[in-house]
């Protein structure tokens, strides 16, 4: 009867320590959701050198591909850049893009 008794004890005290400190986990998860969130606000002039118009077309085609409300927090202009390949790597793509497509023609 003592084993029985000691089990119990050890089941209820080890549930109430779980309990205990997912409590404690909550409350500061809670403390880290309260703080502030900062604030962006819209300047006409923009780092990247894109105007407001071109903003705010990015913005709605965003909008209309994700079907959901968002903030888009930067927008960064990417420079094209001049990929310059040797002939062998452009044949190779060629001739890779012919074998997918041979199949198609009839």
Known sequence: MDNVQLGIFVTISGMGIVFFSLFLLSIIMAGFS???????SVSNENESGISDHILVVIAAACTAALETDFEI???TL???RRITNSLWAFIGRVEALGNTFK???K
Not at 34 to 40: H, S
Request: proline share 0%.
């Open 34 to 40: 309260l703080k502030k969130k900062k604030k962006f």
């Open 78 to 80: 990417i420079k094209e």
């Open 103 to 105: 199949g198609d023609k």
């Open 73 to 75: 927090k930067k927008i």
